[in-house]
């Protein structure tokens, strides 16, 4: 059996140290709910050489961190281990079974060439002591932390069975408004809410930004010169396109399944608002409602031949649905009197809205196969769901204190985490597509 001698402590020790001068993300994930039981897993600090000590804390515990704000599993803490092994030769099964271990990442990075690195990492099942998967990338100071990602997506996917995405991005809006001045921007992040870029800011306020489905552009509503207008922004360019301008009303953008198109929420002089549909690279536009009533928040099923939308033509808001080559309407919702901003999942099985209960806002769901309904969300005032990748979470914003937080809610209502901002307004948050490696 393999035991810690004294400079194995050492490192320990250092490694222990290390972890914990780690700085703040500038978003603090916390847990409000969790489902029952918690999986046991290990991810033992990877080995490195002098050079790359510092990569592999951060790397260790982008790892640990991404699988406990999943809510799914326990950590073992470093100064619990009983050995620090970095390959799958090293590991002792009897010292983890010990602790009640189910399954233990082990790695090591080492140095390449030109400033690069190896990562090497191995998960195994402490009960079958078999290796479950193992992977080695090449990275680098500037993909490091997409690379963890990567990894803690592996590992999710072979313990729960469900493709992770903690490597991917969030959008979303942050204001910071007073007497004096008025600050609206456009951020990225991480999906733990670090790496953040702002992609826009402008005095004017910022709306109802929505992925490509290549994750390259956004598209967003900017109120420059006190008029709605709609953008299309690349992010690797930072170029930007204004898509519509038309008189009066220009809003809630969302980009068609294969990229080429955005419907629309369009409202002329008399400020009725309608959906219509924009071929992005030919500017041509084609109305699809033609009501009285008020038509907007669109989006696109997977397959891209129906649209979801809030509509009030039955008399309050509710989901309606329609064929992008038809004329007619099919009410969607008919629990409550308040069902709108209509989000389906990328699996095209289950629908998220938001969802009037005695008097609150909350973001509910409903199952579009076996039409069960249920309430994800508990607070007063929640707003914008959208779903990850994955359609096995969602992201939303609420209010805390009177400003606007981000949640994150899986899609059965079992674990829940607050994303707490250190400043500003955070509102209408939508979670990208899978990324391109």
Partial sequence: ????????????????????????????????????????????????????????????????????????????????MLQIPTTGAEIDFDDWSILGVEAVVVGKITKGRNNSFNIQFQLF??????????????ADERTLRRSAHRIAD?????????????????????????????????????????????????????????????????????????????????????????????PGINGSPAFSPDGRQLVLTLGGSDGNLDI??????????????????????????????????????????????????????TRVTFEGSYNARPRLSPDGNKLAMVHQYRGDYRIAILDIKEENFLILSSGKQDESPSFAPNSDTLIYATKLRGNGVLETVTADGLVRQRMAPKLGDIREPVWSPFLKL
């Fill in 154 to 246: 592996m590992v999710f996917e072979e313990l729960t069975g469900i493709r992770g995405v903690f490597d991917t991005k969030v959008a979303y809006v942050r204001s910071n408004v007073s007497r004096d001045r008025s600050n609206y921007a456009l951020v990225i992040s991480d999906s733990d809410g670090e790496n953040e870029q702002i992609i826009l800011e402008s005095k004017d306020p910022i709306m109802s930004p929505s992925w490509s489905p290549d994750s390259r552009l956004l598209s967003y509503v900017s109120f420059e010169g006190n008029m709605s207008s709609i953008f299309v922004q690349n992010l690797r360019t930072g170029n930007r396109r204004k898509i519509s301008e038309l």
């Fill in 276 to 329: 219509h549909i924009l071929d992005i690279a030919s500017r041509k536009l084609r109305r699809l409602t033609y009501n009285r009533s008020i038509d907007t928040e669109a989006t696109w099923a997977p397959n891209g031949e129906e649209i979801y939308f809030t509509s009030d033509r039955g008399g309050s808001p509710q989901i309606y649905k329609m064929k992008v080559n038809a004329d007619r309407a």
């Fill in 125 to 138: 099942d402490i009960f079958k002591r078999e290796q479950i998967v193992g992977y080695r990338m090449p």
């Fill in 1 to 80: 059996m393999l035991r810690l001698l004294n400079n194995k402590k050492i490192l320990l020790f250092l490694i222990t140290f290390l972890i914990h001068s780690i700085s703040k993300a500038e978003l603090t994930i916390r847990i409000t709910q969790g489902v029952g039981k918690l999986t046991p897993v290990a991810i033992v600090p990877f080995g490195f050489d002098e050079s790359s000590a510092n990569l592999s804390k951060e790397i260790t515990e982008i790892i640990s961190n991404d699988l406990l704000r999943s809510g799914r599993f326990s950590s073992t803490p470093i100064e619990n």
